[in-house]
Structures are given as structure tokens and as C-alpha cells.
């Protein structure tokens, strides 16, 4: 098993449809011992069988835009672990306001909220968890998306939030390297999420992805958790600071 008895922390399920749902489940096959976070007392209910069903060690809430909701966490895996190897960040958040019609129709409020849920979490997230990361050889893994890359209809400010998230990665791999600790991104295709059903062209993004990816297809939440797989076990002991592309291929495409 490819993380046997590494100690791996999820943020970001929401239900079964989850991306760090999937991630999870694989993460768990492949002998890894697991904490899992909610953002709240709505969340807990749908995640807490799921984290239950995997024997998660912890499942502890977390609302992201709290620094002492953060520093609880750690606080918390201290006393059930020596340390953390693997810590996969699946959070974003705009508000439904912020993605539609263009980025002019982006308020100064909505932009601040998806920059700080989506972009700062991930740093304050890894502020907190270096002391436990340290000599372990331990990654760290978030999700973006090509619409920080590329200009999606109706992802705007969100789509800016991808940009620094992975400008962020790159930072954060230089900042953490020294310690041994790997920063990478997988950038996914669309997948139907709880998420995704917030950008009102999504099905429009769905379609012309499948016609003009090269697998001809869109992705699925196993093909994303079959990477994370990768990214986060010693196969990939040389990588950090990479935005791998799981979104069959669509991503290379000019016209």
C-alpha cells in the first residue's frame, strides 16, 4: 500500500460528491490513517458518518476563515498524533453573487471572502501545521482549477482566487522545502460537485470540455483521487511546487 501508515489531514468534504471525499476513501485503501474536517454544524451531519465509515482518527470542525478554529485543529491532532505527512486542502468558496455575468460584477466584500476562503486558508493552514510536517517528508496537496489560467464564463473572481492559490503553491513549496515538505496542485477538470453548481455555465463548461478534451470525456472525482494518491506518496519524492493537470488533456488545447 502506497501510504502505509502515513498520517494524512482532509479539509473539504462536504458530502459523497466531494473531490476530499474521493480522495479520502483512496488515501484510506492505500493504508493511510486519517483526520477529517467540516466546516460546521450544517456540514457535520452529512460528513461525520462518512469520516466515521473510513475510522477516521479525528473528525474535528474547522471553519477556515478562523484562525483559532485552525489553531484548534492542530491542537487537537497533537494529542493523537506525533505528526502529520499529508494534508489535503479542497476548499473554495464565492459567493453566488460574485459568478455571474463578468468580473465587473465583482464586489470588493465577495472579492476579500473568495480570496481569504480559497487562497489564504491554504498558507494559514500550513502556518499551523509546519511544527507537526517538519523532518517528515510530508505534503501538502490542493485543488484548483484551469479557470485560473484560462477565462471560464461566469467563474470570475473565483477564477482569480485559482490564479494566487496557485501562485501560493509555488511560494509555499519554496517556503516549506527546506524542511523536506512538498507543496503541489491538481488542477481538475470539471467534475459535478456541490461547489460547481454554484457557476451558473457550468453545464456549458461540461459540454464543450467532453467534445474537445483529447480522452473525449470529462474526468471523475476517482481519476482526481488516483493522483492525489500519487502526488502525496513517495513516488513523486522529487515534485513540489507543480500544478498537475487532471482534466484529460483539455488544458492543451488552442481552439
Not at 489564504?120 to 496537496?141: C, D, V
Request: hydrophobic share 45%; net charge neutral; glycine share 8%.
Amino acid at each position: 500500500m502506497m501510504l502505509q501508515g502515513k498520517k494524512a489531514l482532509i479539509l473539504g468534504i462536504a458530502n459523497e460528491k466531494s473531490i476530499a471525499w474521493a480522495i479520502a476513501r483512496h488515501f484510506h485503501e492505500q493504508g493511510a490513517e486519517l483526520a477529517i474536517t467540516y466546516a460546521g454544524e450544517a456540514f457535520e451531519k452529512r460528513v461525520r458518518p462518512l469520516a466515521e465509515s473510513l475510522n477516521a482518527k479525528a473528525i474535528l470542525p474547522c471553519n477556515v476563515a478562523i484562525d483559532n478554529n485552525i489553531k484548534a485543529v492542530f491542537y487537537e491532532l497533537g494529542k493523537v498524533w506525533d505528526g502529520i505527512d499529508i494534508i489535503v486542502h479542497s476548499v473554495a468558496f464565492a459567493n453566488k453573487d460574485e459568478l455571474k455575468g463578468n468580473i465587473l460584477n465583482t464586489t470588493r466584500n465577495g472579492f476579500a471572502i473568495a480570496m481569504d476562503i480559497s487562497v489564504y486558508s491554504f498558507i494559514a493552514i500550513l502556518k499551523e501545521a509546519q511544527p507537526m510536517m517538519q523532518g517528515r517528508n510530508a505534503t501538502a496537496l490542493t485543488m484548483t482549477y484551469h479557470g485560473g489560467v484560462k477565462v471560464f464564463p461566469g467563474y470570475n473572481a473565483m477564477g482569480v482566487a485559482k490564479a494566487a492559490l496557485e501562485a501560493s503553491v509555488r511560494y509555499l513549496a519554496e517556503a516549506l522545502g527546506p524542511d523536506g515538505t512538498r507543496v503541489n496542485a491538481i488542477s481538475a477538470g470539471p467534475i459535478r460537485t456541490l461547489a460547481a453548481s454554484a457557476v451558473g455555465s457550468f453545464s456549458q463548461i461540461l459540454n464543450r470540455v467532453e467534445s474537445r478534451a483529447p480522452l473525449r470525456r470529462n474526468i471523475t472525482q476517482e481519476d482526481v483521487a488516483r493522483s492525489a494518491v500519487y502526488l502525496c506518496s513517495d513516488l513523486s519524492s522529487g515534485v513540489s511546487g507543480e500544478i498537475h493537470y487532471v482534466d484529460g488533456g483539455y488544458n492543451i488545447i488552442g481552439i
